[in-house]
């Protein structure tokens, strides 16, 4: 910690004005915004959740089809977002954009939903981080979340987005060398060659890659995944954290750049998926203690953190414990520098509109240590619920808004509709959310199906352009 901690200091250099603290100044080479961009999605949930869900009864490798989806929903961030949002001038958050392209009324109330799947995400990885701690340390998990949001807002304070970057750049190493190294390390532990282990995990069915299955309410199928994290993907495209990135690059296609290769970055998730069958053909082996099994059934995401404490040896355990925390951190600096972004630049400047750039620097790092206590409390509410497994707890909570989120961001990409209309599709799109819940589809749906009907909506109320802007004109004065 104190290495990175002084390396990304180092790397960041000074900071003087907003500009610097949450666009980088333009001055960030896109091979480390795009590590950031993988750093900030692989979170320490998908380390603890996704071995987990392939380690329990029936779990297997279909996880894979989302994988695709997401890595394909980062080249169409790429060429959906990207351009429009390096070349917009004078615009400080993607919910400028959002309100010059529609109207500002529109550009405010996505600016709260944006903050508000902000909270929803960092609170369930904040509440996954401090139970690898409680796991390892026994300090409890209030102490541990505690511990993890003081470190993230420590690193996000120091420079803003130019320290998240380069901490996000060297901690995507950590955790890309300690997911390899625990694979290895649990490969070459079994008793089985690795040929007659393979052959066992398919006749367990747990090497299933696809399903073509056209049930809705089966969660891991081939459209749920692709359709669905495409949805995602384009959805947190339009969040201020990707506003932050594609600003911080040096030309718009060092910003694409960024947005392919993190596509790539994707078969970390693999190796990840990896970790999922050797635990299962570990303990396969060895057999788990009846206080373990039983303790797997309310919280199934201990499994990997009880094998670092159990299994690995000392001091080997603790790089891969620091892999775990660096997933955590990466993704935590990440949304307190995009919430501190939104509170400084829509709420406090029009509170206070004639300070210095001095002043709002020190707001600025104030907010992320505002945001980061209620991160904290949002992870012990969210502690309650833990049972149904942290991975569908990660997707399903923020598509409640997800959403909304996405149709907004189509709607201004394509300059359509009015804040009314917008209202109006929302609305909609959180009746079909409410619905798709109770008739038990699965909630990869709920983003693509309730934003698309959102759009429909809204592109049927206003008139083509440019007769449209007329509207806008008129409904804003």
Request: charged share 15%.
């Amino acid at each position: 910690m104190l290495a990175v901690t002084y390396a990304g200091r180092r790397l960041s250099g000074n900071i003087k004005d907003r500009r610097g603290f949450f666009q980088a100044d333009g001055s960030m080479p896109w091979w480390a915004v795009s590590a950031s961009i993988i750093a900030t999605v692989v979170s320490s949930v998908t380390f603890i959740s996704v071995p987990a869900a392939v380690f329990a009864e029936g779990g297997n490798l279909t996880y894979f089809q989302v994988i695709i989806g997401l890595a394909v929903g980062k080249v169409v961030v790429a060429r959906l977002l990207a351009r429009p949002f390096y070349e917009s001038q004078g615009l400080a958050t993607s919910y400028e954009y959002i309100a010059r392209r529609i109207d500002p009324a529109t550009g405010e109330f996505s600016m709260y939903l944006g903050l508000l799947l902000n909270v929803i995400n960092s609170g369930v990885k904040l509440l996954t981080a401090g139970l690898v701690l409680d796991v390892i340390s026994g300090w409890g998990l209030a102490p541990c979340a505690f511990f993890v949001m003081v470190i993230s807002v420590l690193w996000g304070a120091l420079a803003g987005i130019k320290t998240v970057i380069w901490t996000d750049f060297l901690l995507f190493g950590l955790f890309a060398l300690g997911a390899c190294f625990v694979l290895i390390y649990m490969l070459l532990g079994l008793e089985r060659s690795l040929p007659d282990t393979i052959f066992w995990l398919d006749a367990q069915a747990k090497l299933v890659l696809f399903d073509f299955d056209t049930d809705p309410e089966k969660r891991y199928t081939i459209w749920a995944g692709v359709i669905g994290a495409i949805g995602l993907s384009i959805a947190q495209g339009s969040t201020q954290g990707t506003w932050q990135r594609v600003k911080a690059c040096r030309s718009v296609g060092d910003a694409q750049k960024a947005f392919d290769f993190a596509a790539l970055f994707y078969v970390m998730h693999l190796v990840i998926l990896g970790v999922g069958l050797a635990l299962f053909a570990f303990y396969g082996e060895r057999g788990l203690p009846d206080e373990v099994a039983l303790e797997l059934v309310s919280s199934p995401d201990r499994i990997f953190p009880h094998f670092i404490a159990t299994e690995l040896p000392v001091g080997i355990s603790g790089i891969f414990i620091a892999a775990i925390f660096a997933a955590a951190i990466s993704t935590l600096d990440s949304a307190l520098a995009e919430s501190s972004d939104l509170t400084v630049n829509h709420i406090y400047t029009r509170w206070r509109p004639a300070e210095t750039e001095i002043h709002y620097l020190k707001a600025a790092r104030f907010f992320m240590l505002v945001w980061g206590f209620i991160f904290f409390a949002l992870a012990l509410f969210f502690g309650n619920y833990s049972a149904e497994g942290l991975l569908d707890l990660t997707f399903k909570l923020p598509n409640y808004v997800y959403g909304a989120i996405f149709g907004s961001i189509i709607l201004a990409r394509f300059g359509i509709g009015t804040f009314p209309t917008i209202v109006l599709g929302f609305t909609l799109a959180c009746l079909l959310v409410v619905w798709m819940s109770d008739a038990g589809i699965a909630f990869f749906y709920w983003c693509p199906v309730s934003g698309l009907s959102m759009v429909a909506l809204v592109w049927a109320l206003n008139p083509k352009a440019p007769e449209w802007r007329g509207v806008v004109d008129n409904w804003s004065k």
